[in-house]
């Protein structure tokens, strides 16, 4: 007589496969197979043009950082960019090839440790450009930058604690952590990454579902916050009031804006762009623009209809998802990586006062582009799935109304998801 398996949560081992340890090259073919390729063609196809992208861009940064004992090559940050890509691929597929459980692991292990080095940037911190954001430890980074994916790890963990005890206080939890950052990061300062958290917490929190009158107070005080921020911080009222003045020919917005918009639809052609050479940080924070004067809007459309893609993917593969980590998880995480090109865009549309932020998988970048790879692929490993496994819960597809089917049944008649502590 035929019976059924005791149904495991987190067991993701094919039952075709003996125990023990299995292959390398079977460990490639489960994660050739589980892997979501549609997603990982996009995400390859954006750096693609980032790359190019970078190539156009960096003779405008080389030429504005040269001096008069060091001329540095027109390509510079083009062939500095090419290594960096290399080291982010080869961590974006490695991360990738985690167990949704090691990911998990693995994004609050990083949440931590650089929740640790947060604290120490104000005492051990390098200043560059006027803000104390950067620790150096063999090369400079951002703990900023490598926390984005550990938080939406954390955050994801936390939250989906109400599926084991419901009376679990997890909203004070996270929003006590997301004020510890933001305090954190107010103190460099970055008020545009600040804000970056924020958004994360909140599209994450709206879908744990935890109460709408206890999230509605919690942000009303957060909308205190913010005033209180106006008022408190120089920087911030500066750019605001800047932006919301109109802004001058001499503003990085506003130069970034006439850049962009120079050459028209189609663009000068590459190399020819000419506005590009008086932007600051062109191959970083306005890209964007050197895009739109080198190779037109059409292109600038196209790069955004890719981030669009990579969006509606994620959400696509999240529709039926039956865990409620992993639900949390990919959304939060790709939260991140579209709110994070949102706000490049749009500044660089002069629609947003001016942050800082680069555009991710496109902008040039040294550990940052290792820590959106870092993104990506923990988005990848969270997103993994069998696709001979047909799931029955209704995911994301059942908290915004999508869902047509009712949860799994196991052998004792109750609903089944998956549990992580």
Same mark, same amino acid.
């Given at each position: +007589?035929?019976?059924?398996?005791?149904?495991?949560?987190?067991?993701?081992?094919?039952?075709?496969?003996?125990?023990?340890?299995?292959?390398?090259?079977?460990?490639?073919?489960?994660?050739?197979?589980?892997?979501?390729?549609?997603?990982?063609?996009?995400?390859?196809?954006?750096? =693609?043009?980032?790359? !190019? $992208?970078?190539?156009? $861009?960096? @003779?405008?940064?080389?030429?504005?950082? =040269?001096?008069?004992?060091?001329?540095?090559?027109?390509?510079?940050?083009?062939?500095?960019?090419?290594?960096?890509?290399?080291?982010?691929?080869?961590?974006?597929?490695?991360?990738? +090839?985690? $167990?949704?459980?090691?990911?998990?692991?693995?994004?609050?292990?990083?949440?931590?440790? +650089?929740?640790?080095?947060?604290?120490?940037?104000?005492?051990?911190?390098?200043?560059?450009?006027?803000?104390?954001?950067?620790?150096?430890?063999?090369?400079?980074?951002?703990?900023?930058?490598?926390?984005?994916?550990?938080?939406?790890?954390?955050?994801?963990?936390?939250?989906?604690?109400?599926?084991?005890? @419901?009376?679990?206080?997890?909203?004070?939890?996270?929003?006590?952590?997301?004020?510890?950052?933001?305090?954190?990061?107010?103190?460099?300062?970055?008020?545009?990454?600040?804000?970056?958290?924020?958004?994360?917490?909140?599209?994450?929190?709206?879908?744990?579902?935890? %109460?709408?009158?206890?999230?509605?107070?919690?942000? *009303?005080?957060?909308?205190?916050?913010?005033?209180?921020?106006?008022?408190?911080?120089?920087?911030?009222?500066?750019?605001?009031?800047?932006?919301? *003045?109109?802004?001058?020919?001499? %503003?990085?917005?506003?130069?970034?804006?006439?850049?962009?918009?120079? &050459? &028209?639809?189609?663009?000068? *052609?590459? *190399?020819?762009?000419?506005?590009?050479?008086?932007?600051?940080?062109?191959?970083?924070?306005?890209?964007? =623009?050197?895009? &739109?004067?080198?190779?037109?809007?059409?292109?600038?459309?196209?790069?955004?209809?890719?981030?669009?893609?990579?969006?509606?993917?994620?959400?696509?593969?999240?529709? %039926?998802?039956?865990?409620?980590?992993?639900?949390?998880?990919?959304?939060?995480?790709?939260?991140?990586?579209?709110?994070?090109?949102?706000?490049?865009?749009?500044?660089?549309?002069?629609?947003?006062?001016?942050?800082? +932020?680069?555009?991710?998988?496109?902008?040039?970048? #040294?550990?940052?582009? !290792?820590?959106?790879?870092?993104?990506?692929?923990?988005?990848?490993?969270?997103?993994?799935?069998? @696709?001979?496994?047909?799931?029955?819960?209704?995911?994301?597809? %059942?908290?915004? #109304?999508?869902?047509?089917?009712?949860?799994?049944?196991?052998?004792?008649?109750?609903?089944?998801?998956?549990?992580?502590?």
């Amino acid at each position: +007589m035929n019976t059924m398996q005791p149904y495991v949560p987190g067991k993701r081992q094919p039952a075709h496969i003996p125990k023990g340890k299995i292959s390398r090259w079977t460990e490639l073919k489960i994660w050739w197979r589980e892997i979501d390729r549609v997603l990982l063609l996009l995400v390859l196809l954006l750096m =693609s043009f980032g790359t !190019i $992208a970078v190539a156009a $861009a960096s @003779p405008a940064s080389a030429d504005r950082l =040269s001096t008069s004992s060091q001329t540095l090559d027109p390509l510079y940050f083009f062939y500095r960019h090419l290594a960096w890509q290399v080291l982010a691929l080869g961590t974006m597929l490695g991360i990738s +090839m985690l $167990a949704r459980e090691n990911a998990r692991r693995l994004g609050i292990l990083l949440a931590a440790v +650089m929740t640790v080095l947060l604290f120490l940037v104000p005492i051990i911190g390098v200043e560059i450009n006027g803000a104390r954001r950067w620790i150096s430890l063999g090369m400079q980074f951002q703990p900023s930058e490598f926390l984005k994916p550990g938080f939406a790890i954390a955050m994801a963990w936390i939250l989906s604690w109400r599926m084991r005890d @419901p009376n679990l206080p997890v909203l004070g939890i996270a929003t006590a952590y997301l004020a510890l950052i933001a305090a954190l990061m107010m103190m460099q300062p970055n008020f545009g990454g600040t804000i970056l958290f924020g958004g994360v917490w909140f599209v994450m929190v709206v879908l744990s579902g935890v %109460d709408v009158k206890r999230l509605g107070a919690v942000i *009303g005080g957060g909308i205190v916050v913010l005033t209180a921020t106006y008022f408190l911080y120089d920087n911030a009222r500066h750019r605001i009031d800047a932006f919301l *003045g109109g802004g001058t020919a001499f %503003d990085q917005v506003d130069l970034a804006s006439r850049t962009l918009l120079a &050459g &028209g639809w189609t663009g000068a *052609g590459y *190399g020819l762009g000419i506005r590009k050479m008086s932007l600051p940080e062109a191959h970083t924070d306005y890209i964007f =623009s050197v895009i &739109g004067e080198e190779f037109g809007l059409i292109a600038c459309g196209l790069i955004v209809l890719l981030y669009l893609a990579i969006v509606v993917r994620v959400l696509m593969r999240l529709i %039926d998802e039956e865990d409620i980590f992993a639900l949390l998880a990919g959304a939060g995480l790709i939260a991140l990586l579209g709110g994070q090109a949102f706000i490049n865009i749009l500044v660089n549309l002069q629609l947003f006062p001016s942050k800082g +932020m680069t555009l991710p998988l496109v902008s040039y970048g #040294g550990s940052s582009t !290792i820590a959106i790879c870092l993104n990506v692929g923990l988005m990848l490993a969270v997103t993994r799935r069998n @696709p001979f496994l047909k799931s029955k819960t209704r995911g994301l597809g %059942d908290r915004l #109304g999508l869902g047509q089917t009712a949860p799994m049944k196991d052998q004792t008649g109750s609903a089944r998801r998956e549990i992580h502590p």
